[in-house]
């Protein structure tokens, strides 16, 4: 369970990472891009019957241009008149508020479960271990987006800018690039792996106003766990939380799963803030 739970909160913590390691925005509203992905999902493959990748397609259309408009029109004009970061930040949690409060409106509040095929609920066993073709489905697709973003940003040459932002916004102005739309490519490359994970989430466990907050916290924990120096950082901090997690509420009450979460965070900024793959403090 703890791996397979992996397989989403990777895709979360990359996503987050990706905007936050490269624009040193906290980018609240992202969470608001999961949950309105994880509804358009829903909407487009439940109540519109369509075809199972067309929802798909659907939905990292919708995550990729909400994420891009928001970075257009929210904090491009912000960072433009001089806002500080908090300003920015609170405007940013202003819009998750009322992404959350429309999805209410149109899909009310009650939790959405997403129709899965019959194929993809068949269990198989391997040793004592008991996993189904959705879930293996869902940790391979986490691996391959991991690995092609591991090669978008070393070999291309927008991944290169992505980097040259991240590590020196000045210098990246100088010697050319375009900033501004380097940061659209962040946003909607960031949101695109929000929704893929939150398509996992929904057929595993379904879809609701509040899912987006909880995804924030797990993509912010993993984040600092992991590292923010590298993009292997949110993937390793989302496995150590994803394992943690299932091998607690083995023990223990389900209720004390975000607890968990918080306790290893707290271990962390106290004995390692760097996170798992930053490096050591030196006194």
Known sequence: NGLIAVSAYALLALGFWVVYGTTRTFHFAHGGVYTLGGYVFYHTL?????????????T?????LLGMGIERFLYRPLRAIGASDMEILLSSLGLYVLIENLVIIVWKSDPRLVPVAEAFQRGLALGPVWITGLQLVGLAASLALWGGLALFLRRTRVGKAIRALAA???????????????????????????????VLAAIDTGIA?????????????????????????????????????NVGI??????????????????????????????????
């Not at 439940?46 to 659907?58: G, N, Q, S, Y």
């Not at 990292?60 to 990729?64: D, F, P, Q, R, Y």
């Not at 210098?171 to 490519?185: A, F, H, P, Q």
């Open 46 to 58: 439940a109540v519109l019957e369509a075809p199972f990748v067309v929802a798909v397609a659907a």
């Open 168 to 198: 020196d916004p000045e210098m990246t102005e100088i010697v050319g690039i375009n900033e501004d739309r380097i940061r659209l490519v962040v946003y909607g490359v960031g949101s695109v792996l929000a929704g893929c994970s939150v």
């Open 250 to 283: 083995w023990k223990i009450a389900s209720e004390w799963k975000q607890a968990i979460a918080f306790g290893v965070l707290a271990a962390f900024i106290l004995l390692r803030p760097t996170g798992i793959l930053g490096p050591r403090n030196v006194k």
């Open 209 to 245: 106003p509040s899912s987006g907050m909880s995804a924030l916290l797990i993509a912010t924990i993993s984040v600092i766990v992991g590292g923010t120096a590298a993009v292997s950082g949110g993937v390793a901090g989302g496995f150590l939380i994803g394992v943690v997690e």
């Open 60 to 64: 990292l259309l919708a995550t990729a």
